[in-house]
């Protein structure tokens, strides 16, 4: 967040000649609470602010957890994918719980109210989530890349899955430590240092100018443009292989002249029908396999979608304030806090979005009723469900 700007030529503020004016100790108590009453304290707008951080705190913590809680109590979602769902899911967790309420209060507040030690841990988290979040994300892709479209050359398991999510947090938590580094508190009006932590920032500090403007290019870099180009060219193919003319283990033949197993029921009664049962089973197997497939890489391409969009903002004024210097002598300062502001709140709108997108394009409450059912698929019930009963929860990839 940028710095506040002091309020007019105030007591205690220094001037030009660079001597401040000195509080008396009868004015302090009424220009704190000149402070508060008249600068910090939320304006109208804020409170549409503040109401929208709360709704996306609480769909946020409760959405994750629920997702962490669903996998964890159903084993057969305990899919390679999921594994690594649920380690989004716990990185929007933490993001949520630990930043964004510091993240709100500064927006609000414009002064960082929890000293030394916070303004090194919570940025340094914050930066944490966005690395795990980003590389999960890769994984994801590569992943399904190599199930579809190269099934032969790689075999994803659980348990690679759970090594590569303590890789991924090794390297993030590794890879993140100089955010923390430079990190400082300090405070805008010094002669209240000592009564109160208003106008106090947490910003970065640098040896040398040249070093943030490298340090955040490579971010902005590794942390988004790259792992999104890489992750949108898997995406292109795994679309060409699952919605194009050939589809990995089913014939293009086969799909135009599949016919509904009621249909193919019919036909049977009629004596139409000559096919053997198992290899119709066999194919409709192929059939609702194709269309888990489907599913879940819409799924994740939405999920890599609504990523993109939520980070675009903030890496990009990120860039333009840390590498291109804008935003210190701005015009409108009004204008530059409110793109801040709803920059940052996209972020934490990401964590929130997660969750309501796996319910609503994912088939994890078709799991959750076969998994409690424990019931096995008769043909009856396939007969009553033309498009056949979910997969997920019998297909390990």
Same mark, same amino acid.
């Given at each position: 967040?940028?710095?506040?700007?002091?309020?007019?030529?105030?007591?205690?503020?220094?001037?030009?000649?660079?001597?401040?004016?000195?509080?008396?100790? !009868?004015?302090?108590?009424?220009?704190?609470?000149? @402070?508060?009453?008249?600068?910090?304290?939320?304006?109208? /707008?804020?409170?549409? @602010?503040?109401?929208?951080?709360?709704? +996306?705190?609480?769909?946020?913590?409760?959405?994750?957890?629920?997702?962490? @809680?669903?996998?964890?109590?159903?084993?057969?979602?305990?899919?390679?994918?999921?594994?690594?769902?649920?380690?989004?899911?716990?990185?929007?967790?933490?993001?949520?719980? =630990?930043?964004?309420?510091?993240?709100?209060?500064? !927006?609000?507040?414009?002064?960082?109210?929890?000293?030394?030690?916070?303004?090194?841990?919570?940025?340094?988290?914050?930066?944490?989530?966005?690395?795990?979040?980003?590389?999960?994300?890769?994984?994801?892709?590569? !992943?399904?890349?190599?199930?579809?479209?190269?099934?032969?050359?790689?075999?994803?398991?659980?348990?690679?899955?759970?090594?590569?999510?303590?890789?991924?947090?090794?390297?993030?938590?590794?890879?993140? +430590?100089?955010?923390?580094?430079?990190?400082?508190?300090?405070?805008?009006?010094?002669?209240?240092?000592?009564?109160?932590?208003?106008?106090? +920032? *947490?910003?970065?500090?640098?040896?040398?100018?040249?070093?943030?403007?490298?340090?955040?290019?490579?971010?902005?870099?590794?942390? /988004?443009?790259?792992?999104?180009?890489?992750?949108?060219?898997?995406?292109? #193919?795994?679309? &060409?292989?699952?919605?194009?003319?050939?589809?990995?283990?089913?014939?293009? %033949?086969?799909? &135009?002249?599949?016919?509904?197993?009621?249909?193919?029921?019919?036909?049977?009664?009629?004596?139409? *029908?000559?096919?053997?049962?198992?290899? %119709?089973?066999?194919?409709?197997?192929?059939?609702?396999?194709?269309?888990? &497939?489907?599913?879940?890489?819409?799924?994740?391409?939405?999920?890599?979608?609504?990523?993109?969009?939520?980070?675009?903002?903030?890496?990009?004024?990120?860039?333009?304030?840390?590498?291109?210097?804008?935003?210190?002598?701005?015009?409108?300062?009004?204008?530059? /806090?409110?793109?801040?502001?709803?920059?940052?709140?996209?972020?934490? %709108?990401?964590?929130?979005?997660?969750?309501? =997108?796996?319910?609503? @394009?994912?088939?994890?409450?078709?799991?959750?009723?076969?998994?409690?059912?424990?019931?096995?698929?008769?043909?009856?019930?396939?007969?009553?469900?033309?498009?056949?009963?979910?997969?997920? *929860? #019998?297909?390990?990839?």
């Amino acid at each position: 967040m940028e710095p506040s700007a002091t309020p007019g030529a105030q007591p205690g503020v220094p001037t030009s000649s660079g001597e401040p004016f000195h509080l008396p100790p !009868d004015y302090e108590d009424e220009f704190l609470r000149y @402070l508060w009453r008249d600068y910090l304290y939320p304006k109208q /707008y804020e409170w549409v @602010l503040i109401a929208a951080y709360v709704a +996306v705190f609480l769909i946020a913590l409760v959405g994750n957890t629920l997702v962490c @809680l669903a996998v964890w109590r159903n084993h057969h979602m305990r899919t390679v994918t999921n594994y690594f769902i649920v380690n989004l899911s716990l990185a929007d967790v933490l993001v949520t719980a =630990i930043c964004l309420p510091a993240s709100l209060l500064v !927006d609000i507040t414009e002064s960082w109210l929890f000293g030394h030690a916070l303004c090194k841990v919570i940025p340094y988290l914050q930066a944490v989530s966005v690395s795990v979040a980003v590389l999960t994300l890769s994984f994801i892709a590569l !992943d399904r890349w190599y199930a579809i479209c190269h099934p032969l050359l790689f075999k994803s398991t659980a348990r690679r899955a759970r090594g590569s999510i303590l890789g991924i947090w090794a390297v993030s938590l590794a890879v993140m +430590v100089p955010q923390a580094a430079v990190m400082e508190c300090s405070s805008v009006l010094p002669e209240l240092a000592n009564r109160t932590r208003l106008f106090s +920032v *947490c910003d970065e500090r640098w040896a040398d100018e040249l070093y943030p403007k490298i340090y955040h290019s490579c971010f902005f870099f590794v942390t /988004y443009l790259a792992p999104l180009g890489l992750m949108g060219m898997a995406y292109f #193919q795994i679309f &060409r292989k699952l919605w194009g003319p050939q589809i990995p283990g089913t014939t293009s %033949a086969l799909v &135009r002249n599949w016919k509904r197993p009621s249909e193919q029921l019919e036909a049977q009664h009629q004596g139409l *029908c000559t096919e053997p049962q198992p290899r %119709a089973r066999a194919f409709l197997a192929e059939v609702k396999q194709m269309r888990a &497939r489907r599913k879940t890489a819409k799924m994740l391409m939405v999920v890599l979608l609504v990523f993109a969009l939520c980070y675009l903002p903030i890496s990009v004024l990120n860039v333009l304030k840390r590498v291109f210097g804008m935003f210190r002598q701005a015009s409108d300062r009004e204008a530059v /806090y409110a793109c801040f502001t709803f920059s940052h709140w996209l972020v934490y %709108a990401n964590s929130a979005a997660n969750p309501i =997108i796996y319910n609503f @394009l994912s088939e994890y409450k078709e799991c959750a009723m076969n998994a409690a059912s424990q019931a096995p698929v008769s043909t009856e019930l396939i007969t009553r469900f033309p498009k056949g009963p979910s997969t997920c *929860c #019998q297909s390990r990839r």
